[in-house]
């Protein structure tokens, strides 16, 4: 997956949110992967969903997106 099939209009798709997280080790809680994600220059959008789930310990990436799903 090429970096810019994740730019879409929203920038916080769950394929956005999974490309900032490429190469994070799971399990991993809220603070390590906002960090992580902006080591790898994850938009604005992505960033304000990171931040805005629950704070917590995720076991995948799946885990993420699907928390990420609910607080949208």
């Known amino acids: 997956m090429e970096h810019g099939e994740c730019d879409d209009v929203k920038g916080g798709s769950a394929k956005d949110i999974a490309y900032s997280l490429r190469g994070m080790e799971f399990p991993a809680d809220k603070p390590t992967m906002i960090e992580h994600a902006r080591q790898h220059s994850a938009n604005e959008v992505v960033m304000d969903r990171l ?12 885990d993420v997106t699907m928390q990420v799903g609910k607080a949208a």
């Open 51 to 62: 931040r805005n789930i629950e704070d917590r310990v995720y076991d995948s990436i799946t």
